[in-house]
């Protein structure tokens, strides 16, 4: 069984910064990418910023320059650094990983953190 839990969400100010961080426990294999996704109200779920095992990032074009995506390998742990928020960042973010258990691979999802910024 694998599950991932966030942490860090919250209410903030535009201009302020925030810090979410997602791990995954369980009978882990191998991680290959992690990642943020996050979902509005009446708007579909969408990528904000994933990591692939070997580094590489990739940002939705709305955070970049403002967010910061980085994980810990060692502890499958991943973080989203947060800064210049806006109030169209307010959204329930999720964390989603796609992980090699047993003989399976599949994607998991976090039950998600409520990030709001007040204008």
């Known amino acids: 069984q694998v599950q991932l839990v966030e942490s860090g969400g919250g209410l903030v100010q535009a201009g302020g910064s925030l810090r979410l961080s997602c791990a995954a426990s369980?009978?882990?294999?191998?991680?290959?990418?992690m990642g943020w996704y996050r979902q509005a109200p009446g708007k579909q779920r969408e990528m904000v910023a994933v990591i692939i095992s070997g580094g590489n990032t990739r940002y939705t074009d709305s955070v970049k320059g403002r967010f910061t995506i980085s994980r810990d390998n060692a502890k499958n742990t991943v973080s989203l650094q947060m800064n210049s928020l806006k109030p169209e960042d307010t959204a329930v973010y999720y964390c989603?990983?796609?992980?090699?258990?047993?003989?399976?691979?599949?994607?998991?999802w976090g039950q998600g953190t409520q990030v709001t910024v007040s204008s």
């Open positions: 989603k990983a796609n992980i090699l258990a047993g003989d399976r691979l599949n994607n998991y």
């Open positions: 369980g009978s882990i294999f191998t991680i290959y990418s």
